[in-house]
């Protein structure tokens, strides 16, 4: 009877040591499982950000390129022309 009860008593503890250790590892699991994707989305997040402060810029930059290109030859061509009627009036 009483083997009974300590081999009884030594199964519970088992059973409830094994239990806590399992949750325990689900538990941890599952932290460091939501963790990953936390900064998994974080990373993306930053990711799109930087890709689309990337292209702004660059589209930015561009439109004042071309602007200061379009400016640049609008003033080469006006010059052309006031040189070209100044030169006409003095012959």
Do not use: A, W
Not at 58 to 74: G, K, N
């Amino acid at each position: 009877m009483m083997i009974t009860i300590m081999i009884g008593y030594i199964s519970y503890f088992y059973y409830y040591n094994y239990l806590y250790y399992y949750y325990y590892y689900y538990y941890y699991f599952y932290y460091y499982y939501y963790y990953y994707y936390y900064y998994y989305y974080y990373y993306y997040y930053y990711y799109y950000y930087y890709y689309y402060y990337y292209y702004y810029y660059y589209y930015y930059y561009y439109y004042y390129y071309y602007y200061y290109y379009f400016y640049h030859y609008i003033i080469c061509i006006l010059t052309l022309l006031i040189m070209t009627v100044f030169f006409t009036i003095e012959i």
